[in-house]
C-alpha cells in the first residue's frame, strides 16, 4: 500500500513556542491530507483537511490560528501547533488518500506524531 | 451529525474465541465503511473496507465484516482470534461524496489472553 511518513515521531517542547509536524506521502501524490488528534483512550478526532493550494477547512471548535496547517506541495503537509500549551499535548495523526485513482482508495495514515508540552 | 458508535469499548478473549465487534452509524446516504486496527506501538492499518458489492467483506488476517445497510451496521468477525490480535479497533464512515472525511468510532481495545 501506499505510505505516508510524519515527522517528528515525538517532540517535547516548553509552553509557549510552537512545534512543527510534517506529514508526506511517499509514494503518491496526495491533492488531499487530513489532520487527526487522539486524546488517551479516544479515537481520532479530525481536526482539519489540508488542501494543495488552497486554505485548509477546519472542524467545527479547531482554531484555526492555533494550529496552521499549510498544503504546500502535492506531496507535503505540515501542521504549526502555535504558542503551544499543556492542553496541546496529544496524538496527532495525519492521512491521505490517493485521490488521483480512478476507484476509491482507502486512507493510509501516518505514524503519528506524540507532542508533549511541558 | 454524523457519527459512528462502537458498544465494545473493552473486550478481552481467549486465544480460539470468535470476536465479534459492534460498529453502528448514522447517516442515511451513501457511505464507504472501514475497520483499522491499531498495534501497539504502530500506526493505523486498515483491516477492510466494504465500498460497494457483496455486503460481506473479508479483510486482511482472517477479519471479515458485514455491512447491513438495513441496521446501519457494520461488525467486525474473526472466527478465531489470536494473542497477536491484541490491539485496538476503529470502525470508520466516510459519506460517498467528495469530502473523503473519516468519521471514526471510540474504538475497541482487545485483549487476547494465550
Known amino acids: 500500500g501506499a505510505v505516508v511518513s510524519q515527522h517528528p515521531s515525538r517532540v517535547i517542547c516548553k509552553s509557549g513556542t510552537s512545534v512543527k509536524i510534517e506529514c508526506r506521502s511517499l509514494d503518491f501524490q496526495a491533492t488531499t491530507m487530513f489532520w487527526y488528534r487522539q486524546f488517551p483512550k479516544q479515537s481520532l478526532m479530525l481536526m482539519a483537511t489540508s488542501n494543495e493550494g488552497s486554505k485548509a477547512t477546519y472542524e467545527q471548535g479547531v482554531e484555526k490560528d492555533k494550529f496552521l496547517i499549510n498544503h504546500a506541495s502535492l506531496t507535503l503537509s505540515t501542521l504549526t501547533v502555535t504558542s503551544a500549551h499543556p492542553e496541546d499535548s496529544s496524538f496527532y495523526i495525519c492521512?491521505?488518500?490517493?485521490?488521483?485513482?480512478?476507484?476509491?482508495?482507502?486512507?493510509?495514515f501516518g505514524q503519528g506524531t506524540r507532542l508533549t508540552v511541558v | 451529525a454524523q457519527s459512528v458508535s462502537q458498544h465494545n469499548h473493552h473486550v478481552i478473549l481467549s486465544e480460539a474465541a470468535s470476536l465479534e465487534l459492534g460498529c453502528n452509524y448514522s447517516y442515511g446516504g451513501t457511505v464507504n465503511l472501514f475497520w483499522y486496527v491499531q498495534y501497539p506501538g504502530q500506526h493505523l492499518q486498515l483491516l477492510l473496507k466494504y465500498f460497494s458489492g457483496d455486503p460481506l467483506v473479508k479483510g486482511i488476517k482472517g477479519f471479515e465484516a458485514e455491512f447491513i445497510k438495513s441496521k446501519f451496521s457494520f461488525n467486525l468477525r474473526k472466527p478465531s482470534v489470536q494473542w497477536s490480535d491484541t490491539a485496538e479497533y476503529f470502525c470508520?464512515?466516510?459519506?460517498?461524496?467528495?469530502?473523503?472525511?473519516?468519521?471514526f468510532g471510540s474504538g475497541t481495545r482487545l485483549l487476547v489472553r494465550p
Open positions: 492521512s491521505a488518500r490517493d485521490l488521483g485513482r480512478s476507484i476509491p482508495t482507502e486512507a493510509f
Open positions: 470508520a464512515v466516510n459519506q460517498g461524496d467528495s469530502s473523503y472525511k473519516l468519521i
